[in-house]
């Protein structure tokens, strides 16, 4: 059996490197800069690495954003387990439990997907003011829960449809109630889901800016606002932004490198049916 490679998929690997390349080029930018003592940093050498690793970048960025990261990950945290649990009740309901308006209200839930922040952000000021809430980390945990809702539901709900309707239908029978059901059967059944939507949801919490820097004092801030702290004003150290950017891009990261296989296979589960 002949293992030459055909003109075609050299050609087709070629590409597929070169574009690989282009788009590493940021990170190899940022971990350069990140690493080079201020006074190396200039347009001239920008590409070229520091023969002196200067690791103390991330030691200053690092005390600058602590307060910032303890808000990220209790934000992070109280936000993903929140929404996760009530999606994963609106996906029982609308999978197990039909009733008369269920799909006129799904699909009006599914709207929200596609609703903007920016749309949103002054209604949602008012309303979080309103309730005492604005400033602190409740009242921007609650908008991440609310805004979520829509996508968890969702993907919990396509998960569920999977589950026969004879068990579900039998364990009734059984004496077993709304919430028995679900203790019992559907959520113990539902951790590839459960994982698909902690990763999915982990990710866009700590990755918003918008919510946090018009939702909340500067207290409580999370940790991409304190980045963005650190690249502005006119005379920038940029080696503690790009330090910065690394360390804020860490948590999500471990949770793919740790996740991600369960991550890509939850989702190809979940688009069997629904």
């Avoid at 309730?131 to 921007?140: A, S």
Wanted: net charge positive; proline share 6%.
């Amino acid at each position: 059996m002949s293992t030459r490679l055909s003109p075609t998929r050299v050609a087709l690997y070629v590409l597929l490197v070169l574009i690989s390349l282009v788009y590493l080029i940021p990170i190899y930018m940022t971990f350069v800069t990140a690493l080079k003592p201020p006074a190396e940093i200039n347009l001239e050498t920008a590409w070229i690495p520091s023969r002196h690793l200067y690791w103390a970048s991330f030691a200053e960025a690092f005390n600058r954003m602590f307060p910032n990261l303890r808000n990220s990950l209790i934000l992070t945290f109280f936000g993903t387990i929140l929404s996760t649990l009530l999606g994963s009740l609106n996906g029982y309901v609308f999978s197990k439990w039909r009733f008369r308006g269920a799909n006129l209200i799904f699909t009006l839930m599914l709207f929200g997907m596609f609703i903007p922040y920016q749309i949103i952000l002054i209604p949602l000021f008012q309303t979080l003011r309103n309730m005492h809430l604005y400033g602190g980390l409740p009242g921007l945990i609650l908008a991440h829960v609310v805004y979520g809702i829509p996508i968890t539901t969702l993907i919990f709900r396509n998960f569920y449809v999977q589950i026969p309707n004879e068990v579900v239908e039998s364990a009734s029978l059984d004496g077993a109630g709304f919430f028995g059901i679900y203790r019992r059967i559907v959520f113990p059944l539902s951790w590839l889901g459960m994982v698909v939507v902690v990763i999915w949801q982990f990710t866009q919490i700590w990755n918003d800016f918008l919510f946090g820097v018009t939702l909340t004092n500067h207290e409580w801030q999370p940790i991409t606002v304190a980045l963005a702290y650190l690249a502005g004003g006119q005379a920038v150290q940029w080696n503690l932004p790009m330090a910065g950017s690394i360390l804020a891009a860490l948590p999500p990261l471990l949770i793919y490198i740790i996740f991600g296989r369960y991550f890509i296979s939850g989702l190809l589960a979940g688009s069997v049916k629904g």
